[in-house]
């Protein structure tokens, strides 16, 4: 937390901004990854040390300069894979390091990018089938939306413990990584910069929320998105009510499908309007 401010304004002079990126995301999978940085020559490097060997991320800060070649051939043997590496980078490095490096599409850490407009209004026939189903939570349920504070943390862990029975939490690596991710932003909540979110409640009780982050430049990123499946059409009803509550963005970022085919359907459904893409950099010395 104490390089909090220091990271954040590298990572604003990006051309790209991708949510793994963020300081909240860093903050959130810190324990799960491990990672560790370094801040040197006006930029950060990045590593995580999850399993196995170390992995390397694109470094953070202004990326249009012309010492690439020097500072990667200072700091990496031939052989270093950068996995994660936004295009605006990539194209970069593809241009003042030639040969020396490679390319290679990674399709699933794309970020999906929506139009905010098409999300919170959910007008149009494309839009018809999502409309319907929170037209449907709203016909069925006395419900009561308010943004997140510190006061209403309490209701939202004990929907996510609620959620993670349900869904086997202990059974599963990954969702028993993403619970300590959110636990770990709710516990730093009022101290994390640009965190947003929003929780829907019936009867008194918290029956889904988002925690999102505005990235600046009129994006807002959603980076868990949670709903008790007994309640029809909750996820479609907190997507939507959680973007028209909260205005002033022009892009909305839902992140990567991780290659998972019923996750691509999903974000697919939404019809986005672009990518944020990535690729795995090969630094071939």
């Known amino acids: 937390m104490e390089h909090m401010e220091e990271y954040s304004a590298l990572f604003g002079l990006c051309a790209e901004k991708p949510s793994d990126y963020s300081f909240i995301n860093i903050w959130g999978w810190s324990e799960e990854r491990h990672y560790e940085w370094a801040f040197n020559d006006g930029l950060c490097w990045l590593r995580l040390n999850s399993e196995g060997e170390p992995v390397y991320w694109a470094p953070l800060g202004d990326w249009n300069r012309s010492d690439w070649p020097e500072l990667m051939g200072k700091f990496f043997a031939p052989g ?3 996995e994660r590496t936004p295009q605006a980078l990539a ?9 020396r490096v490679r390319l290679e599409d990674q399709r699933s850490e794309w970020e999906y990018l929506y139009s905010y407009e098409a999300m919170a209004s959910l007008s149009g026939n494309k839009m018809h089938k999502k409309k319907n189903r929170v037209n449907l939570f709203v016909k069925l349920y006395d ?3 308010a943004p997140i504070c510190f006061q ?3 209701g939202i862990r004990e929907m996510q413990q609620e959620w993670c029975k349900w869904r086997g939490c202990k059974e599963s690596p990954g969702l028993i990584a993403e ?9 730093q909540w009022e101290s994390l910069p640009g965190i947003l979110g929003g929780a829907l409640s019936v009867a008194g009780k918290t029956i889904a929320y988002t925690v999102a982050e505005d990235l600046g430049n009129g994006v807002v990123v959603i980076h868990f998105e949670k709903g008790l499946d007994t309640y029809k059409g909750v996820y479609q009803a907190i997507n939507q009510i959680f973007l028209a509550n909260t205005p002033g963005f022009e892009t ?5 499908d991780m ?6 359907r999903a974000k697919e459904s939404y019809h986005p309007v672009g990518f944020l893409k990535k690729y795995r950099v ?4």
């Open 80 to 82: 270093t894979v950068f």
């Open 152 to 154: 209403s943390i309490g």
């Open 91 to 99: 194209g970069i490095w593809a241009e003042r390091l030639g040969e």
């Open 252 to 256: 909305v970022n839902r992140e990567q």
């Open 259 to 264: 290659g998972i085919p019923g996750i691509r």
């Open 143 to 145: 419900y009561a939306y």
């Open 179 to 187: 619970n300590t991710a959110i636990a770990r932003v709710l516990d």
């Open 282 to 285: 090969h630094w071939l010395g």
